[in-house]
């Protein structure tokens, strides 16, 4: 696509409301396109539309029209979310019109650098982390993307002095043509959201569009650990900076000695080693302000991100030790009686549950269930068998996890019926079984390793409702 001021008289078509569709309707509009914006829900669910009907922006909700997209439509743009399959995506690639996400969109208008996160895990972490990292260090980092705010609305804000740290989903990815950010993290690549992408390999090419348009002048930050991360360094033009939890590393961010070292008395820090052979200790892994291996990973990706953008080892340390997480990402809640209750309602994949059971030396109560995304949730077997000692299951995939339970040899295990009851709840039956099932010690956890689409409107609110279900006990 081009500068959306190039769009001057042309028609352009938005599809999809919410935060990102009325950013970039409003952009298009002020630009002097002609913009017509269209959801498929009805129209009471679309408060957004009112707004920009009285910008004189048009409006179609309910349907997808025929004829939406025709061939005087210059440029779709699409929220993220919705599948290539529909009508109007379908009808525009049959035309040749160019279709784009948010991103595409942002990135023509932005004035600062970009620092862009994706991975199927550890997105929300690690970008929260490195914007702390730029603001501690004095470089004005602006924090948007999939991370809550539209990345459109923040660019319109930045200045050559801000850094843009975003958080990239590969549905937002998928619809990028010239984006291109100074630095790029690639955390890890596991199988997920195939229901979208159809297949494997069309969720890597998503994923590593990311480093597509990157030059020499550019930083690609690369789990060593993950093999189609690491793979993806003999495909990219730019500058490689690599981290590993699992082994030294001749150039990188890397943990020393490795974290596969597992006395219990070894000492683990996290090191960077420059392109001069020169080791730089930063900090050891017992100090951040977070558990479990995976927040190490996080750790050093952020690490490796706010290195190449030129923050002192000190101030990344001093970040390191003082963050505390964020919101619905192992989540410390409450204790009740003598059981702990943790908040992980951001684990959306099975990966993401496995890394979380296994930051906690505690037996585990999960609370796990959600859309069906077409997994057989195998994977959570040796979890299930070494950790999890009780099961509490709700939506879609719950029997599905329940067989996967039995299969370990669990016999705590109920599930809750979501057939009469609302989201909240089937929450509060779920809270109040694991706290049944839970003995002195335990851990209540809600780490759902699915999506939240098929009772709750985000994975926000699932573990809010949770939160609350626990406070009220």
């Not at 596969?260 to 100090?287: C, M, N």
């Amino acid at each position: 696509m081009e500068h959306p001021a190039q769009y001057r008289g042309r028609q352009v078509v938005i599809l999809g409301l919410a935060r990102s569709g009325v950013a970039v309707a409003k952009l298009f509009h002020e630009n002097g396109a002609v913009v017509a914006v269209n959801d498929k829900k009805e129209r009471h669910l679309c408060p957004e539309a009112a707004e920009l009907e009285a910008l004189g922006i048009s409006v179609v909700c309910g349907s997808h029209p025929e004829g939406l997209v025709h061939e005087g439509v210059a440029l779709v743009v699409k929220n993220p979310g919705i599948p290539y399959t529909i009508e109007p995506v379908k009808r525009a690639a049959e035309l040749g019109i160019e279709v784009v996400t948010e991103v595409e969109v942002a990135y023509h208008i932005c004035k600062a650098p970009m620092i862009a996160i994706t991975g199927s895990n550890g997105k929300t972490t690690t970008t929260t982390w490195t914007g702390l990292m730029l603001e501690a260090g004095g470089l004005k980092p602006i924090v948007a993307g999939n991370i809550g705010r539209a990345l459109t609305e923040a660019a319109l804000e930045a200045e050559a002095d801000n850094r843009m740290v975003v958080e990239l989903s590969s549905f937002q990815l998928k619809g990028t043509r010239a984006f291109r950010p100074a630095v790029g993290a690639l955390l890890n690549v596991y199988e997920t959201h195939l229901d979208y992408h159809g297949t494997m390999d069309d969720y890597v090419v998503s994923k590593t569009k990311l480093f597509a348009n990157q030059t020499e002048a550019d930083t690609a930050v690369l789990n060593w650990d993950n093999p189609v991360c690491r793979q993806t360094a003999d495909s990219i033009r730019s500058s490689v900076l690599p981290f590993s939890v699992r082994e030294e590393l001749a150039f990188g961010m890397f943990v020393q000695p490795p974290l596969a070292a597992r006395d219990e008395d070894t000492v683990h820090t996290i090191v960077y080693r420059d392109k001069d052979g020169q080791t730089h200790r930063i900090l050891p892994v017992r100090e951040l302000g977070i558990p479990g291996s995976h927040n190490v990973e996080n750790a050093l990706a952020a690490s490796a991100m706010a290195v190449a953008s030129g923050v002192k080892l000190e101030t990344i340390a001093q970040v390191l030790k003082e963050f505390r997480g964020v919101e619905h990402r192992l989540e410390y809640v409450e204790q009740k009686g003598d059981v702990l209750f943790y908040n992980d309602s951001k684990a959306t994949n099975p990966t993401a549950t496995i890394k979380t059971i296994e930051s906690f030396k505690q037996d585990i109560v999960l609370i796990a269930g959600g859309l069906d995304r077409g997994s057989d949730y195998m994977e959570l077997l040796p979890a299930f068998q070494s950790r999890v000692k009780g099961l509490v299951a709700f939506g879609e995939t719950k029997e599905k996890i329940v067989r996967v339970a039995r299969l370990a040899g669990m016999s705590r295990i109920k599930t809750v019926d979501t057939a009469a009851k609302d989201a909240r709840e089937t929450v509060e039956e779920a809270v109040r079984e694991a706290q049944a099932l839970a003995k002195p010690g335990d851990v209540v956890l809600l780490s759902p390793a699915c999506a939240s689409w098929d009772m709750f409107s985000s994975y926000e609110e699932r573990g809010s409702m949770f939160k609350e279900s626990v406070h009220n006990l």
